[in-house]
């Protein structure tokens, strides 16, 4: 299989030099923040980005908790809590994966056993999490079957500020397919000169 990079700075993943896009670029036109302050927006994809870093370090054994700010610690109280009342051990942890038959790419952020069934996991640091995220889990299974994983449960999990968590699981089979829909909807925009969500027309995703 081809080599998949990816450019954190664009959020750009590219396929033997072809961008391709992200499984959140596909969902895109069903998320409208335009009534949300640019600077409010900014400072939660901030503390997003940080949540999910000190996840990470902390799975990887990796965590300095002494420079832990305060603001992150009762999301890892949360994420603690919740791998300790599911027995959730990662399997997978930010893997970057490659569809090469439908061209799209994305980063599960983890894959493990919960009650003995393999299931994806998506971190959300909100109080409320919405059908949109069953259309984003169902694509990371579908990129886990083509590296060669069976994906059995697919979880949204909420952290939240109070150090509490909300464990969503996405059930509805009709996920995949509306995913698919928003993905052959993109791929029409952009081969027709069309602007794609966020992008100008002509740009590739």
Known sequence: MAALLFDPVEH??????????????????LVDYSMVPRETLERARQLGQAVHRMTELYD???????????????????????RAETGFVPETIEQRMFHPALHFAGTPDRSGLISGRRAVIDIKKMLTLGPSIGLQLAAYRELFAKNGTVIEDRYGLGLRADGSYRLVPYTDKGDWSVFLSLLTLRNWKEKNGHATAGESPGAAA
């Open 12 to 29: 750009a993943y590219t396929v033997e030099g072809r961008r391709v896009p992200s499984v959140t670029q596909v969902l895109a036109p």
């Open 60 to 82: 990887l054994d990796d965590l300095d908790m002494d420079s832990l700010a305060d603001e992150l610690r009762p999301y890892l109280t949360a994420w603690i809590k919740f």
